[in-house]
């Protein structure tokens, strides 16, 4: 799923190492254990450090600044397992914490940096939306694209209800009333009866 969230290869990437590094985690604790052996449990520390992963990555809604935040918080949990083993004397395993530390924020610089990529060139501000956004952004015709791609959204998402106050805000944003935003074949489509 994190994958097709986003053609940015460093979205890809950081989807890849962060799957690849809680595949290693689990196959570790389960094959051999990283504390002991695999049936101590101080082991299941390490499903905490994957709950953070998974419960921050749905909270993050798969968004690129938030997934980097979120995996610094999950290596900054598996240290916290480390420290805890140490402190309690289940032994020393800063070794691998480090390396899977070093797995979890490659992944997270590389969200990180998606966040800051721009869309390509070729992809426009309408890419995804539906024809008839794309019909109602267009007819709007103001310098500021983003504004008028942002009305024409909230128009389609809410359908024939809310259209009057959606009317209403775009005359205040557009600076000219909202029929003459829309052309006939829009307005029959959204329910709109206003004279053009």
């Not at 968004?63 to 935040?69: E, L, N, P, S």
Request: proline share 4%; charged share 15%.
């Amino acid at each position: 799923m994190g994958t097709r969230r986003s053609g940015n290869r460093s979205y890809r990437a950081g989807v890849a190492v962060a799957v690849a590094t809680g595949f290693s985690l689990v196959w570790s604790n389960l094959a051999v254990g990283i504390i002991g052996n695999e049936a101590n449990p101080a082991n299941w520390m390490f499903a905490g450090v994957l709950a953070v992963a998974v419960i921050g990555s749905v909270i993050a809604r798969f968004r690129a600044r938030g997934m980097g935040m979120v995996l610094v918080a999950t290596a900054i949990s598996q240290a916290l397992v480390a420290v805890i083993a140490l402190i309690t004397n289940l032994g020393n395993i800063w070794y691998l914490t480090a390396a899977w530390m070093l797995l979890w924020l490659s992944s997270a610089a590389l969200f990180l940096r998606a966040s800051k990529q721009r869309p390509t060139p070729n992809s426009s501000p309408s890419s995804g939306l539906s024809a008839r956004t794309q019909s109602m952004a267009a007819l709007c015709k103001k310098p500021d694209e983003s504004r008028a791609f942002s009305y024409a959204r909230r128009l389609e998402s809410c359908g024939t209800e809310g259209i009057a106050t959606l009317e209403a805000a775009a005359a205040k944003s557009f600076g000219k009333p909202a029929h003459t935003l829309l052309a006939g074949p829009m307005r029959e489509g959204i329910g709109h009866n206003a004279p053009a």
